[in-house]
């Protein structure tokens, strides 16, 4: 079984991330072997996997995986378009993750789509056997939400920023001046692929907030706080599962349906980042805060439970072995 995906500063770690954590479920049926680009070849073996090293989606990628010999080949990256997906499915079954029906029409034997918003995606396929997993049904999480205790449902205080894995438009330094007289416990999340010189700024800026340095997991700093203000990534579903109040924004148009989506649902979405208020974003926030006790979104309304990874290899396997 092969995973083709990528993961870095430039792109962030959730495709990545998305794989890993799909890949712990699928090691008991099958090798694996993750082909990634360099950038994100260490944190696949420092998970265990064979990586095979390729920084293109284009034939010699294609011919790499040709000799692994898969029988399934599990695709998320954006650079991945049509026509290589099609060339894989001349290989092996193909499964796609797809956010937001940037694979449309698709031609991989699966789509995986765990958003909030995948069953209003008027999905085409090229082919009569493509089956669908959509919704937050399937939503593919880390281990550690796949079992939520009553012990997570935990009030906390305080509001958490994050921006993701990464941040190239220096977002956390610009929520931070304009966060730093909001009298609340303020905790940032620094990734792991912000660069050093922004890591000194923020260290010499960090007065009045609790800098989280490259955690592991955001599990126990989400759980501690009462409202989080994230990218409209992975991590929404993180806050909405352990119960906690959410503000969102986006950084990259594939999350702009994602923060609709959940706007639809009373989430507070800001726009993009380069549209936020600044100048009003403490008043906002703040005010956010004061309703933290009542929830944007509750995980039970849009049937997400955790336990989506599951579900689809469940799906995945039983298709596969058909």
């Not at 990586?51 to 284009?58: G, I, M, P, T």
């Amino acid at each position: 079984m092969v995973f083709r995906t990528e993961g870095g500063s430039s792109v962030g770690m959730g495709h990545l991330s998305r794989c890993l954590s799909l890949s712990h479920v699928f090691s008991k049926e099958a090798d694996i072997v993750f082909v990634v680009n360099e950038e994100a070849s260490s944190v696949v073996r420092n998970s265990g996997y064979d990586v095979c090293l390729s920084e293109a989606f284009d034939v010699s990628d294609v011919a790499k995986i040709t000799s692994l010999k898969p029988d399934l080949i599990v695709v998320d990256s954006y650079r991945a378009d049509s026509d290589y997906i099609d060339s894989l499915r001349k290989i092996a079954k193909v499964a796609i993750f797809d956010d937001n029906g940037e694979h449309n029409p698709v031609t991989a034997h699966y789509v995986i789509n765990g958003n909030l918003h995948a069953t209003h995606i008027d999905y085409q396929s090229l082919y009569t056997d493509t089956l669908f997993f959509l919704g937050p049904r399937f939503l593919v999480m880390k281990p550690e939400y796949w079992h939520i205790e009553e012990e997570d449902n935990y009030k906390g205080e305080g509001i958490l920023i994050t921006v993701g894995g990464a941040d190239p438009h220096h977002l956390i330094l610009k929520f931070m001046e304009a966060l730093r007289d909001l009298p609340i416990v303020k905790k940032v999340i620094v990734g792991p692929f912000v660069p050093p010189d922004e890591l000194q700024k923020i260290e010499g800026n960090s007065k009045g907030f609790d800098i989280i340095w490259k955690p592991v997991s955001l599990k126990e700093h989400i759980k501690r706080s009462k409202l989080v203000l994230t990218a409209a990534g992975s991590t929404v579903y993180e806050a909405i599962l352990l119960g906690k109040r959410l503000v969102v924004f986006s950084l990259a148009e594939n999350q702009v349906p994602i923060a609709e989506a959940l706007a639809r649902h009373g989430v507070l979405y800001l726009g993009h980042f380069e549209n936020i208020d600044w100048q009003s974003l403490s008043e906002i926030i703040e005010r956010e805060y004061s309703e933290s006790d009542a929830l944007s979104l509750d995980a039970k309304t849009i049937g997400l439970d955790g336990k989506g990874v599951f579900r689809l290899t469940e799906e995945l396997i039983g298709s596969w072995y058909q």
